[in-house]
């Protein structure tokens, strides 16, 4: 068994896609504007892990959604071989970062903000 799709709730799918895709760099896999339906996938791995960006309207997703961007808790995390380069580009395309690449006892790991009510830890493990 394996994981085939993770979802985050996001204020908006559909701006949510534009980051995701323009931003990020991720691959769009299922788009369908009209029904709010937007997944990705990383270049990297194009038939591995989707991300499905989910709309956060029920109570419940809204309260966790906001919660965790509250509390400064990162909805997500994302894997990169060299964080300094990652860093580096989604700067220049005006990712804004609450937290840049810092060392900890597992690797190195920086923290954004993806534009769409969530903040996205960014990690390199050793």
């Given amino acids: ?38 997944v990705v996938v990383s270049p990297e791995d194009p038939e591995g892990t989707t991300l499905l960006l989910e709309p956060s309207q029920h109570p419940v997703a809204k309260a966790y959604m906001e919660g965790l961007y509250a509390a400064g808790i990162p909805a997500i995390m994302l894997g990169t071989a060299d964080i300094a380069a990652e860093y580096e580009q989604l700067t220049a395309k005006g990712v804004v970062f609450r937290k840049p690449p810092t060392k900890a006892d597992w690797g190195i790991e920086a923290v954004f903000e993806d534009e769409c009510g969530n903040l996205i830890a960014l990690g390199q493990i050793f």
């Fill in 1 to 38: 068994m394996k994981i085939a799709m993770a979802g985050v709730h996001v204020n908006d799918p559909l701006e949510a896609f534009r980051f995701y895709t323009e931003k990020l760099g991720f691959k769009e896999k299922v788009y369908m504007p009209e029904a709010f339906l937007a």
